[in-house]
């Protein structure tokens, strides 16, 4: 069974930080492309970061450069993503997903929560 299981979301005050794990297992974890992706309140789903099979290959959205940080450790088939300098605008629920590159297949996990307080 292919799963994805998030975890390290809170509550936290402006300026914190947090660090999210996702947890693979049922599949080629080396294989995937991994991203996080989130979704507020009332938005669409974005992506945030997503990183290469080797690791070597790294985006942010612009709107976290500089802040988060995104690794992948293919021995433990986890991805984490370390977000420091959190604002309000970052609240939203956070999704791990594993793509395999031109196939078109990909899997989600159940996503956890990030508030931030002002």
């Known amino acids: 069974e292919v799963q994805l299981v998030e975890s390290g979301g809170g509550l936290v005050q402006a300026g914190g930080s947090l660090r999210l794990s996702c947890a693979a297992s049922?599949?080629?974890?080396?294989?995937?492309?991994i991203g996080w992706f989130r979704q507020a309140p009332g938005k669409e789903r974005e992506g945030v970061s997503c990183?290469?099979?080797?690791?070597?290959?790294?985006n942010y959205a612009d709107s976290v450069k500089g802040r988060f940080s995104i690794s992948r450790d293919n021995a433990k088939k986890e991805i984490d993503l370390q977000m420091n300098s959190l604002k309000p605008e970052d609240t939203a629920v956070y999704y791990c997903?594993?793509?395999?590159?031109?196939?078109?297949?990909?899997?989600w996990g159940q996503g956890t929560r990030v508030s931030v307080s002002s």
């Open positions: 997903n594993a793509a395999l590159p031109g196939r078109g297949q990909q899997y």
């Open positions: 049922g599949f080629t974890f080396d294989d995937y492309v």
């Open positions: 990183i290469s099979t080797s690791g070597l290959g790294i």
